[in-house]
């Protein structure tokens, strides 16, 4: 039977990334019947926000979406398509996982990790206002219930995938209520782990060990801003934020999308490296059943990147990103 899933191409890079990943997942056997729906600044105009209702209707009808980039400007206007989603669909899991290649130019080699960012609150709950003329104050919004459920998806995810260890990292030391309690959360739930080592890890500490050291973690859970920063620079030890897949995941639905932005100094320029959309598409594949279509798809990647012929600037190479997909197209025939 056809999988339905919604497609949404997104903004900047966005469609030439998300168009690469369907063209690839359509040649690699899986059933997919794609529901394309718009979203970002280009429908504004037509519905006065960029995130109409077809879009969430879409996704709750059909519990899976593809999405590419959405721009978010900054400091005005509407508030980010993407947070706004994650928040009204509850999808509360945003996993990363951060992986190195053969081929790919990193620093290092054995890098194999997974980042759980909590995806609904900190001080991405929206609550901000000037105090004064010259104060502005934003309120970081930690509770038990999202700590909880987000350092059990972690914990649950090592499991099921034979992962060793789970790492919570925290600022505790400072916000001592805040990310205290995400910290007494998580050592709680530990305990229902015990056959998964367990330690936690404040964050700046685990920024230089990140660096120092990434091939020795395997999975961290963390609130939503140390997700954000700590993923993108994850995404730096293993050849930049092409490579990095996102899924954000709820009890209702399942949002997959690339860690990075919509791109707009190499939008429509044929430039964007699509890996990242395509191993989001892997993750989606997976999360449908559709294990062998995932599989054929890893490996033709795998040999693309490793021999390095046709590869976009990001990774040294010079291939456009037409280039590059049907590369990956011709490797799973
Ligand atoms: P960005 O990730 O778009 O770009 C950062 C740098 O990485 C740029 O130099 C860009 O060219 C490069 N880059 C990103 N993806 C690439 C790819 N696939 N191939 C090659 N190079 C790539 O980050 P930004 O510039 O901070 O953000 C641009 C816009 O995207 C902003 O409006 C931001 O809010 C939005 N954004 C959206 C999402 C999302 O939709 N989930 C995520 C992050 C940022």
Known sequence: MDHKVTLIPGDGIGPEVIGAARKIIDASGANIEWDVVKAGEEVIEEFGTPLPEYVL?????????????????V?????????TLRQTLNLYSNIRPIKTYAG???RYENVDLVIFRENTEDLYAGIEHMVSDEIAESIKIISKKASDRIVRAAFEYARKNNRKKVSAVHKANIMKLSDGLFLKCARNIAKEYSDIEFEDVIVDAMSMKLVLDPEKYDVL???NLYGDILSDMAAGLVGGLGMVPGAN?????????PAHGSAPDIAGM???NPIATVLSGIMMLKHIGEFDAAAKIEKAIEKVVR???????DLGGNAGTSE???????EMK
Do not use: Q
Request: proline share 7%; charged share 25%; glycine share 10%.
């Open 104 to 106: 790919i130019k990193s």
């Open 75 to 83: 400091g005005k206007g509407f508030k980010s398509v993407n947070v």
């Open 270 to 272: 044929n430039k964007s």
């Open 57 to 73: 209707e879409s996704i709750k009808r059909n519990k899976v979406a593809l999405k590419g980039p959405v721009t978010t400007p």
């Open 249 to 257: 995941i709820g009890e209702n639905g399942a949002v997959f999308e």
């Open 307 to 313: 021999d390095g012929m046709h590869v976009t600037p």
């Open 324 to 330: 590059f997909t049907e590369a990956i197209i011709k």
């Open 221 to 223: 859970v963390m609130p």
